[in-house]
C-alpha cells in the first residue's frame, strides 16, 4: 500500500513541471508569433528573436528544479 | 584580443577623367568600405552603365526564358576572375546572334501558350454541346423557346413533372453529368420555370458558333488544342535544348555583367565638381597609409588621399584569431558589436563549448559529434555551415571530456567492456553535486560578464556604468555568500559572521545601485537570483539526455545476438532466420534511436547554451548595434 504523502508529493511534482510549461508554453506561444512578425518585416532580427523566445523557458527549468527538490528532499 | 579593428576615414580626390582607374585600383586593394560622400554634388553612375545596365536587362530575359536555374544548371559553373568589359560584349554580341531563334521560339511559344489558354475555355464552354449535332439555326422560333440546362433528378421525374405541357426533352450525356435541350410553348414559360427549378440546374446560354453545328464545333476546338499543345512541346523541346548548350555563357556573361555594373554604379555615391570626383571611406587603420601610398605610386600627383576626422560612427570589423574565427557567427546572429565596443567572440569561444559539452556530456555522442564536425567542416569552406561545424568541433571535444568526467558512452558506464567511474554521476546522489555545479557554472559566467562590463566601462571612461557593475558583482557576492550560510554553511566557516557580512555586502551594494543607476535597479536584483538559476538547464537538460539514451539502450540487441549465437550453434536453419531478422530490427532501433537522441542533444545543447549566453551573459555587458564593414572587392564580386 503507497502512502498518501508519497502521492501528494507526486502530484506536487507534477504541478510543479506542469504548471510552469504550461506558463511556458503560453508565453512563447505570443512572443513566437510576435517575432514572427518582426523577422518578416525586418531581415536580421532572428538573434533578437531567438533572445526573446528563449526567456520565458527559465520558468520550466526552475519547475524542474522544484519538482526534483519536491522528490528527494521531503521525500526524505 | 577583444578589440575590433580601428578605422580611419579616408577621404580620395581624384580627376574625374582618372575615377575608373581608380575604382579599379581600389576593388584591387579590397579592404575599404566605401560610403556616400557628403562633399560637392551628387555623383553619377560611369557613362557605360546605361550599356551594360541594358546587356543585363537582356541577359536577365534570356536567363529566365531558358530557366535553367531551375534545373539546377547554374550549380555546375564556376567563375575564374572577371573578364574585361570589352570581351564580355563582344560575346554578348555574338550570343545575341545565335539567341535571335530562341526569343522567336520564345514569342511563339507565348502566343501558343496563349492560344492553347483560349482553346481550353472555349472547349469548356461547348462541353455540354459537344453531343449536340444541331445547327443554331433550329433554335429560333417565334413561338418556341429553347433551354440547355443540366439534369439534377431523373429523366422520368422530368417528363413525368412536364406531362401535360407542351413541351419535348433531348437528353444528352457529354461528360459524367447528364444535360437536356428543353423546346417549349413560350406562352407556358412560367409553368416550364418551376418544372426547371425542381428537376435541373440553372441554364446556360447557347454558344455562338461558326461550325455548322455543337458538335462540330467542339470537334474542331478539341483538335486546335492538341495542335496547339503539340507545338508548344515542341518549342519547349528547342528552348530546352539551347539551355543545355548556352546555358553557361548566359550566366558566365550575365555574371561579369553585373560585376561590372556594381562597378561603374559605384560613381553614384561619390562627390562631384566640375572636373573631380570625391570618394570617402573607411579603411583599417593599420592599412590606411599603405592605400595611400599605393594611390600615390599610381596616380602621382593627380591624387589627393586624405585621413579625415569625422565624428561619423565607423563599421565594425572583427579581429580575431582564424582558430576562434566560427564563433563570430554567434555574435553577428544577437547583434555585432558596435564600434570601439568589446568584441565578446574569445570569451563565447571559451564558455560556449564547456556549457554545450556539460549538456551533452557522453564519450560516444561527442566522438560522433567530432566526426560529424570534422566532415562538414571539410565540405564547406566558407558560409553558415564552415562557421557551425567550426564551434562543433571544440563543443564535440568538449563533450567527450565531460563524458569521461560524467563516465558515460553512449548512455552507458562501460568503455569496450570496462567499467567507468564516473567523477560526477549524472543520477542517483550525483544529481546533487551536478546540481551545485551547474550553479557554480552560473556563478562565475554571470562574475565575469559582470567583470567585464566593469572594465569596457572603466576603458571607456563611463566610470559611473563601471562602478554600477562593480555594485552588482557584489550584489551577485553577497547573494552567495548568504545562499551558503544557509545551504552550505561548511563552506562560509572560515568567514566572520557569514550572514551578517552577506547582509552587510547586500545593503552597501543596494545604496550603491540607488545612487549609481537610480531606485529601478533596486527592483532588479531579483533577476540576479534568476540569472544564476537559470543556469540549472544545464543539470536538467543533461540529465534528460542521459534518460533518452539509457531508454534507447534497453532495445535487446543483446539478447537478440544471444539468441542467434544459440540457433548458430544448435544449426537451426528456421531459428537462425528468425534471430537474424529480430536482431537487424533491434540493431536499426538502437542506431536510429542515439541518432534522434544525438541529434536532439546538439540542437537542445546549442540552443540552451546560446541562450545562455545571450540573456545571462551578454545582459551584463554587451550592448551590439553595430554595422558590418563591408570591403569593397567582397561588394563589388557580389558577396
Known amino acids: 500500500m503507497v502512502d498518501i504523502g508519497i502521492g501528494l508529493l507526486g502530484i506536487g511534482a507534477g504541478l510543479a513541471i506542469g504548471v510552469s510549461a504550461l506558463g511556458t508554453g503560453m508565453a512563447q506561444s505570443s512572443i513566437g508569433a510576435a517575432g514572427m512578425g518582426l523577422m518578416a518585416e525586418k531581415e536580421g532580427k532572428e538573434g533578437q528573436v531567438l533572445l526573446f523566445l528563449a526567456i520565458p ?5 526552475l519547475g524542474f528544479v522544484v519538482a526534483y527538490l519536491i522528490l528527494t528532499t521531503f521525500k526524505g | 584580443m577583444m ?3 580601428t578605422m580611419q576615414r579616408v577621404r580620395i580626390i581624384a580627376l574625374q577623367d582618372d575615377v575608373e582607374q581608380v575604382i ?10 566605401v560610403t556616400r560622400s557628403k562633399q560637392g554634388g551628387a555623383g553619377e553612375p560611369l557613362e557605360k552603365f546605361d550599356q551594360i545596365a541594358s546587356e543585363l536587362v537582356w541577359l536577365r530575359a534570356c536567363e529566365k526564358i531558358l530557366g535553367g536555374e531551375k534545373a539546377g544548371y547554374a550549380k555546375v559553373l564556376s567563375f575564374n576572375g572577371l573578364r574585361p568589359l570589352d570581351e564580355l560584349l563582344s560575346e554578348a554580341a555574338e550570343f545575341k546572334k545565335k539567341a535571335g531563334e530562341l526569343m522567336a521560339w520564345n514569342e511563339e511559344l507565348q502566343e501558343t501558350r496563349g492560344k492553347e489558354s483560349a482553346l481550353a475555355s472555349r472547349m469548356r464552354e461547348l462541353e455540354p454541346f459537344k453531343n449536340l449535332a444541331l445547327s443554331p439555326a433550329l433554335l429560333k422560333s417565334a413561338a418556341l423557346e429553347f433551354r440547355h440546362l443540366p439534369l439534377k433528378t431523373t429523366r422520368e421525374g422530368l417528363l413525368n413533372a412536364a406531362k401535360g405541357l407542351r413541351a419535348t426533352f433531348l437528353f444528352s450525356q457529354p461528360g459524367k453529368a447528364t444535360w437536356v435541350l428543353a423546346a417549349f410553348d413560350s406562352k407556358q414559360a412560367g409553368k416550364m420555370d418551376a418544372v426547371f427549378a425542381a428537376h435541373c440546374g440553372p441554364a446556360v446560354e447557347f454558344p455562338k458558333i461558326t461550325a455548322a453545328n455543337f458538335s462540330e464545333e467542339w470537334k474542331i476546338a478539341e483538335k486546335g488544342l492538341a495542335q496547339a499543345a503539340e507545338r508548344a512541346n515542341d518549342l519547349e523541346g528547342k528552348i530546352s535544348g539551347f539551355m543545355k548548350k548556352h546555358f553557361s555563357t548566359v550566366i558566365a556573361l ?19 565638381t566640375t572636373s573631380l570626383e570625391i570618394i570617402e571611406g573607411w579603411v583599417p587603420f593599420r592599412l590606411s597609409a599603405g592605400l595611400g ?52 567572440t574569445i570569451l563565447i569561444a571559451i564558455s560556449f563549448p564547456i556549457i554545450f559539452g556539460m549538456i551533452l556530456g557522453d564519450i560516444g555522442y561527442g566522438l560522433v559529434a567530432l566526426a560529424i564536425a570534422l566532415v562538414v567542416r571539410k565540405k564547406f569552406r566558407s ?4 562557421s557551425a561545424a567550426s ?33 560526477v554521476e549524472r543520477g542517483g546522489e550525483g544529481v546533487n553535486l551536478l546540481l551545485g555545479l551547474a550553479l557554480l557554472v552560473g556563478v562565475i559566467h554571470v562574475a565575469t560578464g559582470l567583470i567585464v562590463g566593469v572594465a569596457w566601462n572603466a576603458a571607456m571612461k563611463h566610470y559611473r556604468h563601471a562602478v554600477a557593475k562593480a555594485f552588482w558583482l557584489m550584489i551577485e557576492a553577497a547573494l552567495i555568500i548568504i545562499s551558503a550560510s544557509v545551504v552550505l554553511p561548511q563552506f562560509v566557516a572560515g568567514l566572520p559572521s557569514p550572514m551578517l557580512l552577506g547582509t552587510g555586502m547586500a545593503v552597501v551594494a543596494l545604496v550603491g545601485l540607488y545612487f ?37 539502450n534497453q532495445i535487446p540487441v543483446g539478447a537478440a545476438f544471444a539468441g542467434l549465437v544459440a540457433a548458430a550453434g544448435r544449426a537451426d536453419a528456421v531459428g537462425i532466420v528468425g534471430s537474424l531478422l529480430s536482431f537487424a530490427i533491434f540493431a536499426v532501433i538502437l542506431v536510429g534511436g542515439h541518432a534522434g537522441a544525438l541529434a536532439l542533444g546538439l540542437f537542445e545543447s546549442s540552443i540552451q547554451a546560446l541562450r545562455l549566453h545571450y540573456v545571462e551573459f551578454f545582459s551584463k555587458f554587451y550592448h551590439g548595434g553595430g554595422f558590418p564593414f563591408v570591403p569593397l572587392n567582397e561588394e563589388i564580386r557580389g558577396g
Open chain 2, 391 to 423: 564551434m562543433l568541433v571544440f563543443s564535440a571535444i568538449m563533450t567527450t571530456l565531460f563524458g569521461v568526467v560524467y563516465g558515460e558512452f553512449f548512455g552507458t558506464e562501460e568503455l569496450l567492456g570496462l567499467k567507468m567511474h564516473p567523477f
Open chain 1, 57 to 61: 523557458e527559465t520558468m520550466v527549468i
Open chain 2, 383 to 386: 558560409g553558415f555551415f564552415h
Open chain 2, 516 to 552: 549609481s543607476e537610480g531606485y529601478t535597479a533596486i527592483f532588479e536584483v531579483p533577476s540576479m537570483l534568476v540569472n544564476v538559476l537559470s543556469y540549472l538547464r544545464i543539470m536538467a537538460l543533461g540529465l534528460s539526455g542521459v534518460i533518452l539514451a539509457k531508454i534507447v
Open chain 2, 254 to 272: 550575365r555574371y561579369g555583367m553585373e560585376v561590372h555594373a556594381r562597378k561603374s554604379e559605384l560613381p553614384s555615391r561619390f562627390g562631384k
Open chain 2, 24 to 33: 579599379n585600383e581600389l576593388v584591387d586593394f579590397g579592404v575599404i568600405h
Open chain 2, 3 to 5: 578589440q575590433t579593428e
Open chain 2, 293 to 344: 601610398d599605393r594611390l600615390r605610386k599610381k596616380f602621382s600627383d593627380k591624387i589627393l588621399v586624405e585621413m579625415v576626422e569625422t565624428a561619423d560612427i565607423p563599421p565594425t570589423k572583427l579581429a580575431n584569431p582564424r582558430l576562434i574565427r566560427g564563433f563570430e557567427f554567434l555574435v553577428k546572429f544577437f547583434s555585432l558589436p558596435g564600434y570601439g565596443e568589446w568584441d565578446p
